[in-house]
């Protein structure tokens, strides 16, 4: 069966520096999506993706973050200066109708 | 409250019996979904209901809608050990947009042996 598949699945970085999280959606999807879960607390939704530009993103998705589908398969997302409160799992999910995301298995981040 | 809130929090039942979580929620939606994630893991789609429909089974799972009273509820029947995880329910507003879903904190299962 077909997943989502992220990487790296743990990342640690110094607050300050950049990170990039990568994700390869399921190949026939067409909307793409960030979420992040800090320990303990619920999965926040960051941004969607759709026909190459961001369709929505909430308040956490400040001028830190970018996102980006490079080619035909990945899905990237950016943290340009990384912050300690940046630590968190990030999801990356992908969905073929817009209403069942299927969720990646996360990328643990931890900034020092 | 907040926008797909679970209760209770945490629920501990013996193997075997069935498990209830609800979901309120405070805006009008298009569907809500139940997910389940062990822990540390990625979050496991369960079952999507959609704002026109009351009921929905799969497998064990069985999962109500109220939009009138703006709650959603899922049982599972003969839980086993391996149902031991976080429940969440999380609420899609907008028809056939690519918007994200707001999730609740969660219930904490835990099926004992």
């Known amino acids: 069966e077909p997943e989502v598949t992220q990487t790296p699945s743990h990342q640690v970085t110094q607050m300050g520096q950049e990170v990039i999280l990568r994700c390869v959606p399921i190949s026939n999807h067409l909307y793409f999506y960030w979420y992040r879960q800090i320990l303990g607390q619920k999965v926040e939704f960051l941004v969607s993706?759709?026909?190459?530009?961001?369709?929505?993103k909430s308040e956490i998705f400040d001028d830190q973050f970018s996102v980006e589908r490079p080619d035909g398969s990945n899905f990237t997302l950016k943290i340009r200066s990384t912050k300690l409160e940046d630590s968190a799992m990030y999801f990356c999910?992908?969905?073929?109708?817009?209403?069942?995301?299927?969720f990646g298995p996360g990328t643990r981040l931890l900034v020092l | 409250s907040q926008q797909g809130e679970e209760d209770p929090q945490a629920l501990s039942i013996q193997e075997g019996e069935n498990a209830t979580m609800n979901c309120s929620y405070k805006?009008?939606?298009?569907?809500l979904q139940w997910y389940r994630q062990n822990s540390g893991r990625g979050l496991v789609h369960l079952i999507l209901i959609r704002s026109n429909e009351r009921e929905k089974h799969s497998g064990r799972l069985r999962v109500t809608l109220d939009t009138s009273k703006k709650s959603s509820s899922l049982l599972i029947t003969a839980s086993r050990a391996a149902d031991t995880a976080s429940y969440f329910c999380?609420?899609?507003?907008?028809?056939?947009?690519?918007?994200?879903?707001?999730f609740g904190k969660g219930t904490h299962l835990i099926i004992q042996p």
């Open positions: 805006t009008s939606i298009n569907n």
């Open positions: 999910n992908s969905a073929s109708d817009g209403e069942t995301q299927y």
């Open positions: 993706f759709y026909n190459n530009e961001i369709s929505e």
């Open positions: 999380a609420t899609d507003l907008r028809r056939g947009g690519a918007d994200g879903l707001t």
